[in-house]
């Protein structure tokens, strides 16, 4: 009897911003893997329609609805508001479905994350990937190999600044969990673990709500990193300083640059400029036909949003209003 052939099909999960960047990047990378982009599902209606039509795929208003349709043999891209993430994938893994990328960070409720983690095997848990975009900038990559080689030495001190305006389309979690949460995620893959002492700052500009603006300091006790965050700044920037016993490095997220500076040399990294998002997406989908475990699994998001309240939690009693 001849095995059937599935063509597993591509969907995004919430066509905003995100949303609509992966199914550009997806519309391109399917074929190549053979796959197919294949639905959306966005509760506006209009926005849902418009997007489907242009891409000539199917529109789903909810979950439960594309599932009656698309059955389980799908991979979803999840790119819902931060609140949804979590009651979107329990859904989806009861459905059946075995391949699920979701947006960072993985939820907001670390209460009902923990109990996925024990709700679900390992095996399968691994199967979701948590999209940390900056582990796929090449600078980023290019920097964890100069560190690799010994190029730095010993690691001292880390300064991570992400800042820039406020943006209305990120209105249902803080900086801490929008921006910050981003070198929480490259702070411990750098390390290797997690930090021993937290302490932070935090600040409120346009609600009561949530923060829009952090300073953090993880103390590893063989070296100090610090995270500056808002959304306040009015313009973009994403760098970092990185000290060793050898040298000095700093990075530009934006620009794609690696610089590094010794005693007597300052180099400049060579770079292969790709977008993250591609490279992300494409790691992601060599996992899912080579049905291998993702590269940054269910566990390492939770373990970010765990840090994340730890960050928030630590600050209580310092926090402002400005």
Known sequence: MATRCIRLKLGIVGAGYMGQAHARVLRELAPKYGFALSFVVEPD????????SKLGINW??????????????????????????LELIEKLLEAGVEYIFVEKPLGENLVKAEKIAKKFSRSTLEKIMVGHIERFNPAYKELKKAITEDVLGNLITLNSRRVGPFTARITDVGVVFDLAIHDIDLSIDLSGKIPEKIISFYYYR????????CYIIFDYS???????????????????IITGTKGVAQLDFIQQTLEVYTG????????????????EDEEFLMAVRNKDKVPITFFEGLRNIQIAYK?????????QFQ
């Open 45 to 52: 209606e209009s926005k849902g329609r418009e997007i489907a």
């Open 60 to 85: 789903y208003r909810n979950i439960d609805e594309m599932l009656k349709i698309e059955s389980n043999e799908i991979v979803p891209f999840i790119s819902s508001p931060t609140n949804t993430h």
């Open 206 to 213: 346009y609600s009561a709500d949530h923060e829009d603006s």
């Open 222 to 240: 063989t070296h100090i990193h610090t995270i500056e965050a808002n959304r306040i700044t009015p313009y973009k920037e994403r760098k970092a």
């Open 264 to 279: 007597t040399w300052k180099m400049e990294r060579m770079i292969l400029k790709k977008e993250p998002l591609m490279v």
């Open 311 to 319: 960050v928030l939690e630590e600050g209580k009693g310092r926090q």
